[in-house]
């Protein structure tokens, strides 16, 4: 079984523990590599060559013209290994090769574009109030950068940190999840190709407890940029509350995909059925609960169940594949957990709801829906981060605001309409990081991602996004020839 070492300064390291935790291949259900089971003495290490590489000469010295061009070649590089790339997550998480390779080929895109906004990061000259004195700003980066990320899009998530970070000179220590590591040790070694010095760039791997936490407590990491549950959000974001550190957090969501009866529903199905059983419903923006209007209901609903029961299950890396197993065994078990728990609570099953068994021994679920239901239960308000649809009819255009509002995430949102007055009303009334209008699931490197309420902190991807790894510096030079003030009173004019 092919065997993984972390990468602290550029040099492949076995961890201090000298224990491996297997990673399973969901799709075979069989163990396929060993990775770092790390712990704090790891961390230790990893956070010093980053502290190291960050006040180092090699590093700091660079122009931000020079750090952008690291960040294109190494795009393409990117470019160059995707296929590679794309096997490995699949490997690791059992999502479609066609979803990972779409990834992996528009990865390179976050790297060109923030490598192209690293020496575009201006200051100012302040046309201060006071004769005597030139004022101006600058932009500094933060330092360490903890990366943690989830398992379902490894490369992707990373790669929203990575890129402006960097662009921004920061160095980072990657935690990646325990369940999907090897792609982001074998895109490590890329940075190193493209010609970023050691320790700019390295990964530790373990679990949450050994790894995690005591990165998210290193009093020399500067940001922690998460993605993850709320759950794991919240506690870091305890820490980080007490230690003053900087903090992104990309968290969970229970969106809404809302359709109305004027909607285009043949798009509008496809869209639903796209935001809730691709990936097999393990992607933060999953759309998995559906708001449908009530004149409508029965109609789309039939529309939806025959999309769902004509998906087809099965190896991830086929062409014709559908919907691969869910990404680990937790997961799994986890999502046959919650359909049981809504049977058990009374919702009705409109189709789906078991595993589905194959001679792979993959862990699939059935794409399952369930009807007619009530919005306050835990089938409605829960992240379940698998292939389960919550169906809950509406009547009107204030009900339908109110139910998409109606939980604590605010991540995303799908509306599906032909009426712009209810678009106008509903793209300013949705608690939503990204509301979607007549489409669902489209990202881009020059559009802000991330979420509202228990969605998270921060967001991803786009311009501004930068300055979340930068730090504002004023700088006063007195000019004045004459002998200064009463230093007892603050100068202000
Ligand atoms: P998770 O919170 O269990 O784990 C995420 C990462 O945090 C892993 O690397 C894990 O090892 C680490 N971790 C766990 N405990 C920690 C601790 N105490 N301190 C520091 N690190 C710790 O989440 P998951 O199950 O891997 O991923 C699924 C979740 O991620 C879902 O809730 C999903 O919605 C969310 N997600 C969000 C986005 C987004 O952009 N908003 C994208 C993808 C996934």
């Known amino acids: 079984m092919q065997r993984f070492d972390n990468l602290i300064a550029g040099i492949k390291t076995p961890p201090a523990s000298g224990q491996w935790i297997p990673s399973l291949d969901p799709y075979r259900n069989e163990n396929w590599c060993e990775i770092p089971d790390s712990n704090g003495a790891d961390v230790d290490a990893a956070v010093a060559a980053a502290r190291s590489a960050f006040t180092g000469p090699a590093w700091r010295g660079l122009s931000a013209t020079a750090r952008g061009a690291l960040l294109r ?22 999502k479609l090769l066609s979803e990972m390779l779409a990834q992996l080929r528009h990865i390179p895109q976050w790297f060109y574009y923030y490598g192209g906004l690293a020496d575009k990061i201006e200051g100012a000259v302040l046309p201060i109030d006071q004769p005597d004195h030139f004022v101006y700003t600058t932009w500094e980066p933060l330092g360490v950068v903890a990366a943690i990320t989830a398992w379902n899009s490894p490369l992707l998530l990373l790669t929203w940190k990575l890129a402006p970070g960097l662009a921004a000179g920061n160095t980072f220590v990657v935690k990646p999840s325990e369940f999907s590591s090897a792609s982001t040790l074998a895109f490590a070694e890329l940075f190193q190709d493209a010609g970023f010095p050691p320790g700019v760039i390295n990964v530790v791997c373990g679990t949450g407890q050994g790894v995690g936490a005591p990165l998210v407590a290193h009093r020399d ?4 940029a998460f993605t ?4 794991t959000g919240r506690a870091i974001n305890r820490t980080v509350a007490g230690d003053l550190k900087h903090v992104t957090l990309e968290l ?14 043949d798009a509008a199905a496809a869209g639903v059925a796209s935001g809730i059983f691709a990936a097999a419903g393990q992607t933060c923006m999953a759309g998995s609960r559906l708001l449908v209007q009530r004149e409508i209901h ?7 169940c025959a999309l769902a ?11 014709d594949t559908q919907m691969g197993p869910l990404a680990n065994a937790p997961q799994y078990s986890k999502v046959l957990g919650c359909i049981d728990d809504a049977v058990n609570e009374g919702a009705t099953l409109a189709c789906g709801g078991r595993a589905h068994h ?5 862990l699939f679920v059935q794409p399952t829906i369930f009807r007619d239901v009530d919005h306050a239960s835990r089938l409605a308000q829960r992240e379940i981060f698998g292939p389960v649809l919550a169906v809950i009819p509406f009547d009107t255009d204030d009900e339908a605001l109110a139910l998409a509002n109606g939980t604590d995430y605010g991540l995303g949102a799908g509306l599906w309409t032909r009426d712009m007055a209810r ?3 509903f793209t300013q009334g949705l608690q939503a990081g990204t509301v979607w209008v007549n489409t669902y699931r489209a990202l881009g490197f020059m559009a802000p991602f991330g979420g509202m309420k228990a969605s998270g902190l921060g967001r991803e991807s786009g311009q501004e996004m930068i300055k979340l790894y930068l730090q504002s510096k004023t700088v006063w030079i007195n000019n004045a020839t004459q002998p200064p003030g009463n230093p007892f009173v603050m100068r202000l004019g």
Do not use: H, W, Y
Request: proline share 4%; net charge negative.
């Open 73 to 94: 070649r190494l795009g393409g590089l990117v470019a160059d290994n995707a296929q590679r790339l794309a096997e490995i997550e699949v490997r690791d998480n059992g």
């Open 221 to 224: 990491v500067a940001k922690v």
């Open 228 to 231: 993850g549950s709320d759950a």
């Open 252 to 265: 969970g969501g229970k969106s809404p995909n809302i359709v109305f009866a004027d909607a285009d529903l």
């Open 298 to 304: 029965d109609a789309f609903l039939d529309k939806i």
């Open 309 to 319: 029961s004509t998906i087809r299950l099965g190896d991830p890396s086929a062409p």
């Open 358 to 362: 194959d001679a792979s021994g993959g």
């Open 423 to 425: 678009v106008f009303r």
